[in-house]
């Protein structure tokens, strides 16, 4: 299958982020259609997420989910992690991070992704942000005061 592009995630001890993330992702309305690639990066609470992450991947043959595992403790950056991922898995030429704490509207990936593949010579799509600081919050439901334009 041709992926339409391929998702970037680093997870570092997001246990309380995991579920959330999941739920949110799983709602784009091209999300069947994307690669996901999440990998973990030496947390201390890999097992916790873990427990959202088995059942998901198997639900979806577009997912895949990778360790870094380092007896010394190391712990990638997430620059590192999602270098790993455009060397080693991704198959998309477009590519997306997407953070667990990120929170998109449903149309999010559809809509960057038309926007790319209808103007060859752009290289970047961006949305502009909401920002909050209430965890797990949704994109339709949130307590952001302001909106951040770039």
Request: proline share 3%; aromatic share 12%.
């Amino acid at each position: 299958m041709q992926y339409k592009a391929s998702i970037l995630t680093s997870i570092y001890n997001g246990k309380d982020f995991i579920e959330s993330f999941l739920k949110d992702i799983k709602r784009q309305t091209i999300f069947e259609e994307c690669q996901f690639i999440m990998i973990d990066a030496n947390s201390s609470d890999y097992l916790d997420s873990e427990k959202h992450i088995g059942p998901f991947v198997k639900e979806h043959d577009n997912v895949q989910y990778h360790k870094i595992v380092h007896e010394d403790d190391f712990v990638p950056n997430v620059y590192t992690v999602w270098n790993i991922i455009i060397r080693s898995y991704a198959e998309s030429e477009l590519l997306t991070n997407w953070n667990l704490d990120d929170v998109r509207h449903p149309r999010h990936l559809e809509l960057h992704v038309k926007a790319l593949q209808e103007n060859p010579s752009v290289s970047l799509a961006y949305a502009s942000v909401l920002e909050t600081n209430e965890p797990n919050e949704t994109f339709e439901s949130n307590t952001a005061s302001s909106l951040l334009n770039f």
